[in-house]
């Protein structure tokens, strides 16, 4: 592996020796009393943030919780889950957060994978997982609500009355950067989602990224309207706002008119959001009744339609409009391209940045393909997974000589910008001629009346496959499928990779990070 420069430094090369919580108490001592959670109810600064999370670290000793445990977070995303994390820090134990939009099947089988020894929920989702624990974990099962319930009975403002400096020391720990940190299991676009491992390395360099691709500041206020359970959150944007003493809107779920009001409302500066969720907010009606200028940075973590990147710049006018590529299994340390390049290279993921990751393009044997030709993504940055959790198969499929295969296809071009293709899983095959669906949903996006829209594979009796579109129209729109066939032949499209058939939706399946569950459309 390249030697990179080391994860264990903040960005002012200050070292970590005991990681998140090194990151929170620097806080502490610089930022203390600013703002550093902002919750629907209540904003709490640095030095309370870690003076709640010490108190619950306590009480959650007392039940019996220490080093080495596995500790699931069931939660929504507001403050309790942050207290949960510090304070599971501050016990060394591993955390595993999970997607709480999972149904009961598949909650299961992570709990079977990962057999944690606590899991904390809110009341929200006790119910849930009364349906499917067996009886006898149920004394390993605690409410975040009921933990925190004493607490809540104090104006945490007054904090320095309420307990003695001793009853918040806890044991000094000692923390193996190197060892298991965190469980975060991918969206299983693919198949059923596998356990991505993370050391404390490796969420250290996903927030050292995200702070370096964001120029995140101190003064910046920061929403992240993805989950907190998804690594690019978990990993990233938490950790940067940690590194850089950075203000975060909290969100529980997605909604556009509560991100549109908290952004006016907070004066949001860097805001990070996947396509879908994009599309969700430029479309909403009363989105130019807000006043946006605040946002100074604008991401996204897929690629977006070329006339979704247009909308963005009429929406946030002082924004540096960025797009970010990269994987759960990254930590999500990956590349990053500005709009003004993306203008430039269409399809492009920006141009790799050697500090932090390296990218390569090859064949079936591993070995790298000529500039401009077509072969798969691989992979290595010190945010790389160290495995999957009790899947040495999977893991050994995927991690090839230190380098990650990433199931992705793409190109690298002479400036060394990496553009992405498609799938390798998505390849459709028309007689000889192989295509891949995000070019004709490119084209189908530009359509005024498409809202979204998923391209696969569908049996055809003598071309093997032909090209299947599943559309969502925008509300209050009409249109019919010769016309988007016909619109699809107009944009130049060649011949065979006009869809023979497309299918009409109310909506699609979406994983937590807003891709299109194309296996559970067919």
Known sequence: MPNYPSANFTNNGEKLKNGEISLLQRSVQFFGECPFLINDKRIYSFQETDIISSWLSHRLSDIGIKQGDKVILY???GAEFVFSRFSLRKLGTVIIPLNNTLDDSEI??????????WIIVSRKFFSILKKIIFTDFSERIIIIEEMLRDFKKFEVKGHQGLFETKQLELPTLTTDLNSNAAICYTSGTTGHPKGVVYTHQNILASGRWMAHVTDMQHNDVLLNAIPIYVSSNFNGHFIASLMQGTSIVLLNKFDPEDVLTKIETHKVTILHATGNMYVKLLNYKNIFDYNLTSIRVVTWSNLLPTVLQKQLVMAFPNAKILQLYGFAEGGPVGTSISLEDLIKRPNSCGKI??????FRVVDKKGND????EIGEIIYQSPGLMRTYYRNPKATKKAIRDGW????????LDQ???????????????IGKEKLHPVEIEEVLFKHPAVLDVAVVSAPHPTLGQEIKAFVVVKEGVRVNSDELIDFCAKQNLKSYKIPSKIEFRSSFPKNSMGKTLKNKLI
């Open 75 to 77: 939660l929504e995303g």
């Open 108 to 117: 299961q089988r992570i709990i079977d994978n990962v057999e944690p020894d």
């Open 353 to 358: 940045d050697p500090d932090f990751a390296c």
């Open 369 to 372: 393909v000529p500039i401009g």
């Open 404 to 411: 990650y295969y990433t199931g992705d296809l793409g190109r």
């Open 415 to 429: 400036d060394n910008f990496l553009y992405f293709v498609g799938r390798k899983k998505e390849i459709i095959n």
